[in-house]
């Protein structure tokens, strides 16, 4: 059996009197697009951000590439961060920076090519999210929101990462911009063999991209399914959250004998 690329292992995660996670456990493994779900407050942003490295459980621990994501030396430790890619919800982009210094930012930080190939590299990623070459010399408060996360995504993929973690990729964009992105990410998926884990709320992105769904409820992950295994679970806060979907399938066969 393969090494999962991403592994957590009894975590525990409070601040001060709030529990937030109480001994989670989750696997993720290479090629999956794992969605992760849960209610508002249920610490989903938080994992992400353990994930990241930005902060750390009160115990338990982050495997990443069946190494513990926080071990080792600082060059052992920066080694494995270049290894996953993130996309942040807003973009998160340098406002004082264009287009490609944006995305040359990790490049540049950490000194893994000489200026010519960084230039060349930033042309190769516009490239990879659809932009133009034009595009590289604008500034963030130049593009639009669809431009701006297709940006963020390039500067994700800059240090050419197996793993790619992304949080709300498709909010504040509107349907047609979110099922471009949505078609975006799912062509890097398989052209790129990425592993990805992103944080949704957005069913129909959830429903298109996924091939595993994590529920986090009750201060675990609860399951971590399929999507038609996840939709047929026996838990208050899947039957709300995919209630739409279950209301669209029992309203279709009447539909159906209607016509």
Known sequence: MSTPIVDLQGIVTRFGDLLVHDGLELKVERG???SLIGGSGSGKTT???HLIGLTAPVSGTVMMFGEPLLSGAQHEQRARRRRFGVLFQQGALFSALNVSQNIAFPLRELRVASQAEIDALVLRKLAMVELEPAHALLMPSELSGGM??????????????????????????DPDLSLSFVEL??????????????VTHDIDTLMALSTKVAVLADRKIVSCAPVE???A?????????????????????VAGVQD
């Open 32 to 34: 999956d697009i794992v």
């Open 47 to 49: 994992l992400l951000r």
């Open 229 to 231: 295994e996840t939709i």
């Open 148 to 173: 701006i996360k297709r940006v963020a995504l390039a500067r994700a993929l800059a240090l050419e990462p197996e793993l790619l973690l992304l949080d709300e990729p498709t909010a504040g964009l």
């Open 185 to 198: 990410i799912r062509s890097l998926h398989r052209r790129l063999h990425l592993t990805i884990v992103l």
């Open 233 to 253: 679970l026996d838990h208050p806060f899947v039957s709300r959250f995919f209630k739409a979907v279950i209301d669209r399938r029992r309203i279709a066969p």
